[in-house]
């Protein structure tokens, strides 16, 4: 699976997504202390980061500006839940 990073609007922010939409229950991830869920997305900090997960496998790294290192952060998150890239 590749990765695309995509610099937000406004910047201080970076999504890396997955090349092909998933489909993640994320009423079954429980390996993150989140602090909102709902069904299309979730939030929770991992690395001193919000992020939010997507249904699709995509994530957002919020204030947060290296690429290179929220690519890396994907592959971590992605694959505590099982999912290898």
Not at 20 to 47: N, P, Q, W
Not at 52 to 66: A, K
């Amino acid at each position: 699976m590749k990765n695309v990073f995509l610099r937000l609007c406004g910047g201080f922010s970076v999504m890396v997504r997955p090349d092909e939409d998933l489909d993640i229950d994320l009423d079954s991830v429980d390996c993150f202390d989140t602090f909102s869920r709902g069904h299309a997305l979730m939030k929770f900090r991992y690395e001193g980061i919000e992020v939010t997960l997507y249904r699709s496998g995509g994530l957002i790294f919020y204030h947060f500006e290296d690429q290179e290192k929220a690519g890396e952060y994907a592959l971590e998150i992605w694959e505590r839940m099982g999912i290898r890239p």
